[in-house]
């Protein structure tokens, strides 16, 4: 039986709904159900019927799933698939910044684990971050854990006071590109787009920053882009547009996005593995910031 009938039967099965993250294998992204950021994903998990939610993607995208919907199985088809940007902030370093800065509302980003979403007064992606932020009464503003976005929000409300917190949380794939990148792909030629993970410098020289969200709807305004994101986005926007040209560079990988292969997909669905389980506190309590970024993006 050839793996897609497989894994449709086993959908069927589990009556369940595959979420795979715009940065997964192309194998997965053409087998799954939905294919979106982070965001985009949050909702289809809230208003899936199925069951069962597979998530193709890392540890707190599924935790933010589980939150969303207690009463559902999360599966994680990659028990040890993680953000390095999410584990750059513990509840201790929240509780630190909240001493320092009194008063001051707590906006974390999606990438942030669940025990860290429990301590936030709102979620953001990088799709609704300013829009997050700006819709707060308060003149400073505890952003994490990437710096890199939190200066792209100072960029946009210079009126706030961000203070990122922890000031050198950074994506490791995002992060890694240069100013000479991009200098490359302007002699190249083709729109750039960078994503508001990468650095500051890189964000000045970009013609656009979007999340990869906001990339899939940019992308009818030019012919050629130049993609400063995960490697895994140029596949996403070709399926969609395959028309144009997304020039992406190759060693933008993000290894734990990488993890999750067709193989663990079956396992996943064959033993219900690995299931998400967190504490109804921590779930209550994550979930009304995540809600709440909800309710703002509407
Ligand atoms: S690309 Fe960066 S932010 Fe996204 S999961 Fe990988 S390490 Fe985390």
Wanted: proline residues 5%.
């Amino acid at each position: 039986m050839n793996r897609k009938v497989t894994i449709d039967a086993l959908k069927k099965k589990r009556d369940a709904v595959i979420l795979a993250h715009n940065y997964q294998l192309p194998e997965i992204q053409d087998v799954a159900d939905f294919v979106g950021d982070s965001l985009e994903l949050s909702i289809q998990a809230k208003e899936t019927d199925a069951h069962t939610i597979v998530f193709c993607g890392v540890d707190f995208m599924a935790e933010t799933a589980k939150i969303l919907c207690p009463e559902k199985t999360v599966l994680l088809p990659v028990k040890d698939a993680t953000c390095p940007l999410a584990n750059y902030l513990d509840a201790e370093t929240i509780l630190k910044a909240k001493e320092l800065h009194p008063g001051a509302p707590v906006v974390l980003y999606i990438n942030s684990t669940a025990e860290s979403k429990a301590y936030a007064d709102v979620v953001c992606t990088s799709a609704n971050a300013v829009k997050v932020v700006r819709s707060l009464p308060s003149d400073e503003v505890i952003v994490g854990p990437d710096a890199n976005l939190a200066a792209f929000i100072q960029d946009q409300l210079p009126q706030k006071k961000i203070v990122p917190v922890p000031p050198e949380g950074h994506c490791y794939v995002h992060d890694y590109f240069t100013e000479q990148d991009v200098r490359e792909a302007r002699r190249r030629g083709g729109m750039i787009i960078c994503h508001p993970e990468c650095r500051p410098g890189i964000q000045k020289i970009s013609d656009i920053i979007a999340s990869t969200g906001g990339m899939v709807s940019a992308a009818p305004q030019a012919e050629v882009w130049n993609i400063f994101t995960e490697k895994g986005m140029a596949y996403r926007l070709k399926t969609l547009f395959p028309d144009k040209t997304f020039y992406v560079k190759e060693e933008a990988i993000c290894e734990d996005m990488k993890k999750t292969t067709l193989d663990d997909l079956v396992s996943s669905l064959e033993k219900n593995q690995y299931r998400i389980e967190l504490s109804r506190e921590v779930m209550d309590r994550a979930r009304n910031a995540i809600e709440r970024m909800i309710e703002i993006g509407r």
